[in-house]
C-alpha cells in the first residue's frame, strides 16, 4: 500500500468515526436516558466513539507502510 493510500485511509477513517461526537449527528445520542454502564447515554455515546477511534488508529498503526519498514530495519539490526 502506498504512502499517499494510507494516508487518505487513515484521515478518511478517523472522520467517519469522529462525526458523530459532533452536531448534527450527536443529536442522534443526545439523551439522558437510558442509562448505559451507568452513564447518561450522551456521555456514553461520546466515550463509546472516543474508544473505537482509538480502537481503530491501532488497528491503522499496524498496516501503517512507514512502520513495516522500522520494524524490519530495527528486527535486522539485531
Excluded: H, Q
Amino acid at each position: 500500500m502506498s504512502r499517499a493510500k494510507f494516508k487518505m485511509i487513515y484521515i478518511t477513517v478517523c472522520a467517519v468515526l469522529f462525526l458523530p461526537t459532533i452536531f448534527p449527528l450527536f443529536a442522534l445520542g443526545n439523551r439522558a436516558e437510558p442509562i448505559v454502564v451507568g452513564l447518561p447515554f450522551s456521555f456514553f455515546w461520546v466515550l463509546l466513539w472516543v474508544v473505537l477511534v482509538g480502537i481503530s488508529v491501532v488497528a491503522l498503526y499496524f498496516f501503517d507502510p512507514d512502520n513495516k519498514v522500522s520494524r524490519t530495519s530495527t528486527s535486522e539490526a539485531r
